[in-house]
């Protein structure tokens, strides 16, 4: 009976766990394809990055478990590159994918600026078509390398919060009168450092690092819980949500640079990327595989390829010849071959053959004339 009771116990607790769970998630699920790249664990990566080639790598790293995007509906994850758009001493730092060998969509910016007192913030912004209008990410005090809590007053308030024409807010959110000093992330001291050359990735479509191996996605479930932590408490209260813009000149400069794809909002209206969500098997890695467990993935073949481009690319055999004729017809067949004297030109009329033309000069008949000696003495 104690037996019984105990079982009973322990069911119904792994009943209200998972029903709590799955509240968690819907509370926290934009229903956007942004749930499959979390930006604050994007920010958290950016900050322990040393370079911005270091970060790219991370970023697509497969253990990272951050990136689980698949924008194209291709079934694999997409590669996201890393550039860098520089004006003065601000920064407009792109998450850009490549969708096709024509387009781009940008992922998410992260915006850097440095006042003019040396003081530099940044904040990780969601691009509309992915997260939603005004999805923006930035630290918090709590952060451990983050310790100077920056006060705007004065003239620093001027440049800040200028709310006629360089700030931004839809009059919601955090208040907009302190910001989080990052001069101590070392990836602010490499973007500021003398010898700084503006980084832009010079990976694109079918063109790859080495490293890189793309891989089957995630459902949302499992890679939700991969990051519950950046989700609640804002990563142990590093980072949290705002409504407010605090890098407007970066903000600004990058405006007309940025790259929409209209394959990714076709597949946006479509509901193609609502697949991730379609699983409510929990074990194992939680991938999606091809089958029925998946309705909406395209079940297409993949061509396995070199590790510098993991994506299906043309078949370069469409353009080579056919097979080589079989020169060994089988027993008791006869194979046609084509005459060797189809191309000469046909004989005379009759049934005798062609005479080939001779290059001397004819002789004539009843023999030939013996050759005259010159010099008309005898021999020496």
């Given at each position: 009976m104690k037996k019984l009771a105990f079982l009973l116990l322990v069911f119904t607790i792994s009943l209200t766990k998972s029903s709590f769970s799955q509240q968690i998630e819907k509370a926290d699920s934009l229903g956007l394809p942004g749930d499959n790249l979390n930006l604050v664990a994007v920010l958290d990566l950016f900050q322990k990055s040393e370079t911005f080639e270091v970060f790219e790598k991370k970023l697509n790293t497969e253990d990272s478990k951050v990136n689980n995007l698949d924008l194209n509906n291709d079934g694999k994850i997409d590669y996201i590159k890393v550039i860098d758009h520089q004006t003065g001493e601000s920064h407009a730092v792109v998450l850009q994918v490549p969708?096709?060998?024509?387009?781009?969509?940008?992922?998410?910016?992260?915006?850097?600026?440095?006042?003019?007192?040396g003081k530099i913030l940044v904040q990780i912004i969601g691009d509309e078509e992915l997260y939603g209008k005004d999805y923006i990410v930035e630290p918090t005090e709590n952060d451990p390398t983050a310790k100077t809590k920056a006060?705007?007053?004065?003239?620093?308030?001027?440049?800040?919060?200028?709310?006629?024409?360089?700030y931004y807010n839809n009059g919601s959110g955090n208040s907009p009168d302190t910001y989080v000093v990052v001069n101590q992330w070392p990836i602010v001291h490499y973007v500021y450092a003398p010898a700084y050359v503006v980084y832009v990735s010079p990976w694109h479509w079918y063109s790859y690092p080495t490293w890189w191996s793309?891989?089957?996605?995630w459902y949302w479930h499992n890679y939700y819980w991969h990051h519950y932590n950046h989700h609640h408490y804002g990563h142990y209260g590093y980072y949290h949500r705002t409504n407010y813009y605090r890098a407007p000149i970066a903000h600004g400069y990058y405006g007309p640079?940025?790259?929409?794809?209209v394959t990714v909002k076709q597949n946006r209206t479509t509901n193609v990327y609502h697949k991730t969500y379609t699983s409510k098997d929990r074990a194992g890695d939680g991938k999606i595989k091809p089958g029925t467990s998946n309705p909406g993935f395209k079940n297409k073949?993949?061509?396995k390829v070199s590790p510098a481009d993991n994506r299906q690319k043309p078949n370069n055999q469409m353009n080579k010849p056919a097979s080589k004729p079989n020169r060994n017809p089988p027993a008791g067949k006869i194979e046609n071959k084509p005459s060797p004297n189809a191309n000469k030109p046909a004989s005379r009329p009759g049934n005798k053959p062609a005479i080939k033309?001779?290059?001397k000069p004819a002789q004539k008949q009843g023999?030939?004339?013996?050759?005259?000696?010159?010099?008309?003495?005898?021999?020496r």
């Open positions: 969708i096709n060998e024509k387009e781009t969509q940008d992922v998410a910016v992260i915006e850097i600026d440095k006042d003019k007192t006060p705007v007053s004065g003239n620093e308030k001027t440049v800040i919060n200028n709310t006629t024409n360089n793309s891989w089957s996605p640079r940025k790259s929409v794809s073949p993949v061509n033309p001779s290059n023999g030939s004339k013996p050759e005259k000696k010159s010099g008309g003495g005898k021999g």
